[in-house]
C-alpha cells in the first residue's frame, strides 16, 4: 500500500511517510509535536523529519505556544489545507484497489487487527508488558 500511495501522492510532494502526520494536524490544529508523536505511536526522530519536510513544503507551520513557549503549536498553511481533500482523495483511491473483493466489515475488522498490533508492539518498545 506504501507504494501505491507514494505514486498517488507524489505529484504534490508528500512521501508515504508524511501523509499521516498531515492528515492527523488536519484533523487537530494546534497540536504539538510531542502529543503528534504519541497520537501516532510513532517516535520522536521520525515525526521531527516529517514535520520539517511538510514544512519545507510550505504545507505546515509551526507558532509558539502561548501557554509554554517550549513547544511549537502546529498548523496547516493555506496550501496544506488545499491539499488536504487532495491526499484524501488519494489515499481514498489506494483504499479501493486494496480492498477490492473485501466486504467493509473483513476490511475494518483488518484495520482494529493491525491497529491492535501496532498498540502492542508501541507498548513493548517502550518497556511494556514483555508478553
Known amino acids: 500500500m506504501q507504494i501505491l500511495i507514494a505514486a498517488e501522492l507524489a505529484p504534490y510532494r508528500i512521501g508515504s511517510g508524511q501523509y499521516i502526520f498531515l492528515m492527523a494536524i488536519a484533523g487537530r490544529e494546534g497540536i504539538t509535536q510531542k502529543e503528534l508523536s504519541e497520537s501516532l505511536l510513532i517516535d520522536k526522530t521520525t515525526t ?4 520539517a519536510k511538510l ?3 510550505g504545507y505546515v507551520r509551526r ?4 501557554a509554554d ?3 511549537q503549536l502546529l498548523y496547516l498553511t493555506e496550501a496544506g489545507r488545499d491539499v488536504v481533500p487532495k491526499v484524501q482523495q488519494g489515499l481514498n483511491q489506494v483504499k479501493s ?4 473483493g473485501i466486504s467493509d466489515e473483513d476490511y ?9 498490533v501496532l498498540r502492542n ?4 518498545t517502550r ?3 514483555a508478553n
Open 48 to 51: 521531527a523529519k516529517a514535520i
Open 55 to 57: 514544512e519545507a513544503e
Open 63 to 66: 507558532e509558539a505556544n502561548p
Open 69 to 71: 513557549n517550549r513547544y
Open 97 to 100: 484497489k486494496a480492498s477490492k
Open 108 to 116: 475494518a475488522f483488518m484495520l482494529d487487527l493491525l491497529k491492535q
Open 121 to 124: 508492539v508501541s507498548e513493548h
Open 127 to 129: 518497556g511494556g508488558s
